[in-house]
């Protein structure tokens, strides 16, 4: 197995499912239909509170905060480890790219899922700009939002999805140079301020940590929490919407990526592969943005509020969806690649990778579900923040943009994922 296969993805197929991919588009368009009634009948007042929650055990939270330097320090020694791969032979062996490709992108999902932001702690780059720049920095400007952030992912999507010779050392490598020095630059200026919202990984691990059970209310107390009390605080933002448009987008082309139409497209247009990728990756980015727009502006005007709104105020509802593509799509690769990655870096080059729990048929239906157990949290989100967005009369009817949407990322997420 070689450094390209770190980029082969899940190992489920339309072959390996229950029912055909037809039939478990409609079961999902259906039951999105049902949670939608069922919700509106049943659910006709806001009840998430971003400020809801149980304090946890006082030793539990003087723990997290003793634990906030040994992170920190953790984080750094954490990039001394891949930077000294860099030193050894670009080959078959080296763990480098399982490091950046699997166990940091793919696992900083779960990891914050589970216990929060963690990468806000771990981050060495904040920890480098906070022993330099004391002061603060300047205020960040008020426009700035999430906008370097979805730079950040669409430039990190190129990377992995698109970028010739992608899983080598000096490709990924030159990549995290620049990246890092971009990062050191704003947070030199800004201050650590700067990768709350200017770091593509940090944006990341806030919006999936805002699901975990375990989280800051507004007041800085660590408490137990429903985790949509928590996604249900992230608000408007400039930028907001462009970092799960383009989170969604990237999944739904490497899903895509990796389909026979697509395949045979790529072979026959007479492009280099990488313009055909850049622009594949670009249409279907944009594709999932002028969809989410349309169903939101929509939905913004039969609600009668405004619509140049609630783009913004709904793109929490976005989150849960993103995460069960990016679930379904790489959940064997972390599994498998991550094994093998941990074993390369300790010298293990012999070690067998276990693929018990992963068979075809089980990873079919995990997609399956992840996907559609998305769609129904965005669909309560969604709903919940509808109820405060739109008058009482139009509070339901308002939402039936956006239950077409998520009946429409539904069906094409699942087309993709399983297209042969």
Do not use: C
């Given at each position: 197995?070689?450094?390209?296969?770190?980029?082969?993805h899940?190992?489920g197929?339309?072959?390996?499912?229950?029912?055909?991919?037809?039939?478990?588009?409609?079961?999902a368009?259906?039951a999105?239909?049902?949670?939608?009634?069922?919700?509106?009948?049943?659910?006709?007042?806001?009840?998430?509170?971003?400020?809801?929650g149980?304090?946890?055990?006082?030793?539990?939270?003087?723990?997290?905060?003793a634990?906030?330097?040994?992170?920190?320090?953790?984080?750094?020694?954490?990039?001394?480890?891949?930077l000294?791969?860099?030193?050894?032979?670009?080959?078959?062996?080296?763990?480098?790219?399982?490091?950046?490709?699997?166990?940091?992108?793919?696992?900083?999902?779960?990891?914050?899922?589970?216990?929060?932001?963690?990468?806000?702690?771990?981050?060495?780059?904040?920890?480098?700009?906070?022993?330099?720049?004391?002061?603060?920095?300047?205020?960040?400007?008020?426009?700035?939002?999430?906008?370097?952030?979805?730079?950040?992912?669409?430039?990190?999507?190129?990377?992995?999805?698109?970028?010739?010779?992608r899983?080598?050392?000096?490709?990924?490598?030159?990549?995290?140079?620049?990246?890092?020095?971009a990062?050191?630059?704003?947070?030199?200026?800004?201050?650590?301020?700067?990768?709350?919202?200017?770091?593509a990984?940090?944006?990341?691990?806030?919006?999936?940590?805002?699901?975990a059970?375990?989280?800051?209310?507004?007041?800085?107390?660590?408490?137990?929490?429903?985790?949509?009390?928590?996604?249900?605080?992230?608000?408007?933002?400039?930028?907001?919407?462009?970092?799960?448009?383009?989170?969604?987008g990237?999944?739904?082309y490497?899903?895509?990526?990796?389909?026979?139409?697509?395949?045979r497209?790529?072979?026959e247009?007479?492009?280099?592969?990488?313009?055909?990728?850049?622009?594949?990756?670009?249409?279907?980015?944009?594709?999932?943005a002028?969809?989410y727009?349309t169903?939101?502006?929509?939905a913004?005007?039969?609600?009668?509020?405004?619509?140049?709104?609630?783009?913004?105020?709904?793109?929490h509802?976005?989150?849960?969806i993103?995460?069960?593509?990016?679930?379904?799509?790489?959940?064997?690769?972390?599994?498998?690649?991550?094994?093998?990655t941990?074993?390369?870096?300790?010298?293990?080059?012999?070690?067998?990778?276990?693929?018990?729990?992963?068979t075809?048929t089980?990873?079919?239906?995990?997609?399956?579900?992840?996907?559609?157990?998305?769609h129904?949290?965005?669909?309560?989100?969604?709903?919940?923040?509808?109820?405060?967005?739109?008058?009482?009369?139009?509070?339901?009817?308002?939402?039936?943009p956006?239950l077409?949407?998520?009946?429409?990322?539904?069906?094409?997420?699942?087309?993709?994922?399983?297209?042969?």
């Amino acid at each position: 197995m070689g450094p390209a296969d770190v980029l082969a993805h899940g190992v489920g197929g339309r072959q390996d499912l229950p029912l055909t991919v037809a039939q478990l588009a409609i079961g999902a368009a259906l039951a999105l239909v049902v949670s939608f009634v069922v919700l509106g009948v049943a659910w006709r007042e806001p009840r998430l509170d971003p400020g809801a929650g149980r304090p946890v055990p006082a030793w539990l939270s003087r723990a997290a905060g003793a634990l906030a330097w040994p992170l920190r320090i953790a984080g750094v020694l954490l990039a001394a480890v891949l930077l000294v791969q860099f030193t050894k032979p670009d080959d078959e062996d080296n763990p480098a790219a399982g490091l950046v490709y699997v166990l940091f992108w793919i696992g900083l999902v779960p990891l914050s899922l589970l216990l929060g932001p963690v990468w806000r702690r771990l981050n060495p780059l904040r920890t480098i700009v906070g022993l330099i720049r004391r002061d603060g920095g300047r205020p960040l400007p008020a426009g700035l939002g999430y906008w370097p952030a979805a730079a950040g992912l669409f430039a990190f999507a190129w990377l992995e999805l698109v970028a010739p010779d992608r899983a080598t050392l000096p490709v990924f490598g030159t990549w995290l140079a620049v990246y890092a020095a971009a990062m050191l630059a704003g947070g030199l200026v800004y201050g650590t301020a700067w990768f709350d919202r200017g770091d593509a990984f940090e944006a990341l691990g806030d919006l999936v940590g805002r699901l975990a059970i375990v989280g800051r209310r507004p007041d800085g107390a660590l408490v137990w929490r429903n985790p949509l009390d928590g996604i249900a605080g992230l608000n408007a933002a400039p930028g907001l919407v462009a970092v799960v448009v383009v989170l969604l987008g990237a999944t739904f082309y490497d899903a895509m990526s990796g389909a026979l139409f697509w395949l045979r497209f790529t072979q026959e247009n007479g492009l280099p592969a990488p313009v055909t990728g850049t622009l594949g990756l670009l249409a279907v980015i944009g594709a999932v943005a002028a969809a989410y727009r349309t169903a939101t502006r929509a939905a913004g005007r039969r609600g009668r509020t405004s619509a140049d709104r609630t783009p913004g105020e709904l793109a929490h509802s976005i989150v849960p969806i993103a995460i069960g593509y990016v679930v379904a799509h790489y959940w064997s690769l972390f599994v498998l690649e991550g094994q093998r990655t941990v074993a390369l870096l300790f010298g293990a080059e012999d070690f067998q990778v276990y693929g018990g729990i992963i068979t075809p048929t089980g990873v079919a239906n995990l997609q399956v579900t992840v996907i559609v157990l998305g769609h129904l949290v965005g669909t309560v989100l969604a709903h919940d923040r509808a109820l405060r967005l739109f008058p009482r009369a139009q509070a339901v009817t308002g939402q039936l943009p956006l239950l077409g949407l998520m009946v429409v990322y539904t069906v094409a997420g699942l087309f993709l994922l399983f297209a042969g």
